[in-house]
Protein backbone atom coordinates (compact mmCIF):
# COMPACT_ATOMS: atom_id res chain seq x y z
CA UNK A 1 0.00 0.00 0.00
CA UNK A 2 1.22 3.59 -1.03
CA UNK A 3 2.04 6.15 1.53
CA UNK A 4 -0.02 9.38 1.39
CA UNK A 5 2.14 12.56 1.63
CA UNK A 6 0.70 14.38 4.96
CA UNK A 7 2.02 17.81 2.95
CA UNK A 8 -0.41 17.06 0.29
CA UNK A 9 -3.01 16.04 2.81
CA UNK A 10 -2.63 18.89 4.65
CA UNK A 11 -2.94 21.50 1.36
CA UNK A 12 -6.19 19.58 0.39
CA UNK A 13 -7.54 19.86 3.89
CA UNK A 14 -6.70 23.55 3.64
CA UNK A 15 -7.92 24.13 -0.21
CA UNK A 16 -11.30 22.49 0.58
CA UNK A 17 -14.46 24.70 0.37
CA UNK A 18 -12.18 26.53 -1.69
CA UNK A 19 -13.16 27.13 -5.79
CA UNK A 20 -11.27 28.06 -8.44
CA UNK A 21 -12.47 31.72 -9.73
CA UNK A 22 -9.83 32.05 -12.04
CA UNK A 23 -6.67 30.66 -13.92
CA UNK A 24 -4.02 32.75 -14.55
CA UNK A 25 -0.95 32.82 -16.96
CA UNK A 26 1.74 32.74 -14.69
CA UNK A 27 2.53 33.40 -10.69
CA UNK A 28 2.55 37.11 -10.72
CA UNK A 29 -0.42 37.23 -12.74
CA UNK A 30 -2.36 34.76 -9.68
CA UNK A 31 -0.40 37.11 -6.91
CA UNK A 32 -2.07 40.03 -8.47
CA UNK A 33 -5.48 38.57 -8.32
CA UNK A 34 -4.83 37.15 -5.31
CA UNK A 35 -4.06 40.72 -3.44
CA UNK A 36 -6.94 42.23 -5.77
CA UNK A 37 -9.13 39.88 -3.91
CA UNK A 38 -7.95 40.52 -0.50
CA UNK A 39 -7.89 44.00 -0.65
CA UNK A 40 -11.42 43.51 -1.27
CA UNK A 41 -11.88 41.56 1.75
CA UNK A 42 -12.46 38.41 -0.22
CA UNK A 43 -10.09 35.41 1.22
CA UNK A 44 -7.98 33.97 -1.59
CA UNK A 45 -5.22 31.16 -2.02
CA UNK A 46 -2.77 30.18 -5.08
CA UNK A 47 -2.83 26.69 -6.23
CA UNK A 48 0.03 25.33 -8.81
CA UNK A 49 -1.44 22.26 -10.44
CA UNK A 50 1.28 21.03 -12.50
CA UNK A 51 0.11 19.41 -16.13
CA UNK A 52 1.98 16.77 -18.08
CA UNK A 53 4.47 18.85 -19.20
CA UNK A 54 6.67 21.61 -17.23
CA UNK A 55 5.61 24.25 -20.15
CA UNK A 56 1.93 24.32 -19.70
CA UNK A 57 1.47 24.73 -15.36
CA UNK A 58 -1.93 26.28 -14.78
CA UNK A 59 -2.09 28.57 -11.57
CA UNK A 60 -5.40 28.74 -10.23
CA UNK A 61 -7.14 31.45 -8.37
CA UNK A 62 -9.26 29.80 -5.39
CA UNK A 63 -11.62 31.50 -3.01
CA UNK A 64 -14.27 30.34 -0.65
CA UNK A 65 -17.46 29.24 -2.40
CA UNK A 66 -20.06 32.30 -0.52
CA UNK A 67 -17.40 35.08 -2.01
CA UNK A 68 -16.87 32.89 -5.76
CA UNK A 69 -19.89 35.61 -7.42
CA UNK A 70 -18.48 38.67 -5.45
CA UNK A 71 -14.97 37.23 -6.93
CA UNK A 72 -15.82 37.12 -10.48
CA UNK A 73 -16.80 40.70 -10.55
CA UNK A 74 -14.41 42.27 -8.88
CA UNK A 75 -11.45 40.43 -11.34
CA UNK A 76 -14.20 41.05 -14.54
CA UNK A 77 -13.93 44.59 -13.30
CA UNK A 78 -10.39 44.48 -13.12
CA UNK A 79 -10.06 43.10 -16.73
CA UNK A 80 -12.34 45.89 -18.22
CA UNK A 81 -9.93 48.57 -16.54
CA UNK A 82 -6.74 47.03 -17.92
CA UNK A 83 -8.20 46.79 -21.32
CA UNK A 84 -9.38 50.35 -21.16
CA UNK A 85 -6.36 51.82 -20.07
CA UNK A 86 -4.53 49.68 -22.56
CA UNK A 87 -6.67 50.68 -25.24
CA UNK A 88 -6.40 54.23 -24.52
CA UNK A 89 -2.30 53.76 -24.82
CA UNK A 90 -2.67 52.13 -28.08
CA UNK A 91 -4.75 55.17 -29.45
CA UNK A 92 -1.90 57.94 -27.53
CA UNK A 93 0.47 56.22 -29.92
CA UNK A 94 -1.34 55.52 -33.31
CA UNK A 95 -1.56 58.59 -35.53
CA UNK A 96 0.34 61.24 -33.68
CA UNK A 97 -1.98 64.05 -33.20
CA UNK A 98 -1.23 66.43 -35.85
CA UNK A 99 1.39 69.22 -33.65
CA UNK A 100 0.50 71.33 -36.59
CA UNK A 101 -3.12 72.56 -35.97
CA UNK A 102 -1.25 73.57 -32.46
CA UNK A 103 1.06 75.97 -34.01
CA UNK A 104 0.58 79.42 -35.60
CA UNK A 105 1.35 80.31 -39.14
CA UNK A 106 0.56 83.90 -38.39
Known sequence: MAKRSKKGQKSQAKLQGFVVVAFAEDLEQARDYKTLLEV???PAMINEQDEQSEASKEVAVM???DFLDEAHVIIESQHAYDDFYDLALE????GDFDNDLLEDDF
Open 63 to 65: VPE
Open 40 to 42: NDI
Open 91 to 94: DEGE
